[in-house]
């Protein structure tokens, strides 16, 4: 069973790292981030990817598309889920925990100063959280990105 859930996981998060290509230089100062949102079963409830311009995030374009029917599954996001928004809303490390999502698979993590630490919401929340799949693919996805926060 473990040899195909993670199968299944890089199998999904290759699934995320192809939508977020869809919008990369789409976004804005954003980076354009891909999510994958699974029910409970393993079934896809849900996917999506950075708005034009940088809104909506991918996580809330796929919780809005799963309506509800992730509670309980998995999300794979290929950069770390946002801890604050500078809009003031809610953060997507908060979405995925008030959604019910119980996993979150990630690829890299975020250094940007405002992002950065959304995994911890999600781990004080109870979520199971890893990190590091496909890493190296979204190391050069966001090399620009990881530049630019550098400098913030």
């Known amino acids: ?24 230089g789409l976004t804005g100062e954003n980076p354009s981030v891909g999510c994958i949102l699974l029910d409970a079963h393993g ?23 799963a309506a509800g029917k992730a509670r309980g599954g998995t999300a ?6 946002c801890r604050e928004r500078s809009s003031g ?19 890299i993590e975020d250094p940007h100063p405002t992002a950065r630490d ?8 109870g979520v199971q959280v890893e990190t590091g799949l496909g890493k190296y693919s979204a190391a050069r996805l966001y090399r620009w990105f990881f530049a630019a926060s550098k400098k913030a």
Do not use: W
């Open 89 to 107: 809303a809610a953060s997507c490390s908060v979405k995925l925990v008030e959604a019910g999502i119980a996993r979150v698979v990630v690829a």
């Open 1 to 24: 069973m473990k040899g195909r859930s993670r199968r299944r996981d890089r199998r999904m998060m290759g699934r995320a790292f192809q939508l977020a290509r869809l919008n990369q």
């Open 43 to 65: 079934h896809i409830a849900g996917a999506g990817v950075t708005g034009t311009g940088g809104r909506p995030h991918a996580e809330e374009v796929a919780l809005e598309e």
């Open 118 to 125: 959304g995994l911890a919401i999600l781990r004080e929340a």
């Open 76 to 81: 794979y996001v290929t950069l770390e889920p």
